[in-house]
């Protein structure tokens, strides 16, 4: 079963607390590319060892209305891997099935938003008692596009 990991951010997290997101965040003077800046973030906030993920490509640059573009690093891990969110930037970490973000029932467009003058669909997830939005919720969509079962998706 194929499985993708999302964060909490910590009510007290400098930038978008209390979002759903990926594990990430902005390149670091010590990042040699946008794949070393992906694990040392998700090792950083998740405790995910680097050594541990099998990069498999990138998906397309995602803007946030935030005003940052993402660049979302996709990557396999064998097993079960052990998370613990940081505390400090995040708070709980979502292990959630990608057949279950694909069933139809979990999305909803909810209109438009314009972002650098193009328009983006307002997407939203709903997993029980979190909800995905934004460009995370796109980033979803990308990552479903990809590697869901056919069939699994509608918007």
């Known amino acids: 079963m194929l499985r993708t990991t999302l964060i909490v951010r910590a009510a ?38 680097r050594e541990s993920v099998e990069v498999l490509g990138l998906l397309d640059d995602t803007p946030s209305g935030a005003g940052f573009i993402i660049t979302p690093v996709v990557g396999w891990v064998r097993g079960a891997p052990h998370l613990q969110p940081d505390g400090r930037e995040v708070s709980e970490c979502l292990e959630v099935s990608i057949e279950e973000l694909s069933a139809p029932d979990r999305l909803t467009c909810v209109g438009a938003r314009q972002i650098g003058g193009r328009s983006y669909p307002a997407l939203e997830y709903r997993l029980e008692r979190h909800l995905i939005w934004g460009a995370t919720a796109r980033v979803v969509q990308q990552l479903l596009e990809r590697f869901a079962p056919a069939g699994g998706l509608s918007a």
């Open 12 to 49: 007290r997290a400098p930038t978008h607390a209390g979002d759903v997101a990926f594990p990430g965040g902005l390149v670091g003077q010590g990042d040699r590319s946008l794949v070393d800046t992906a694990l040392r973030e998700a090792e950083e906030e998740v405790q995910l060892a």
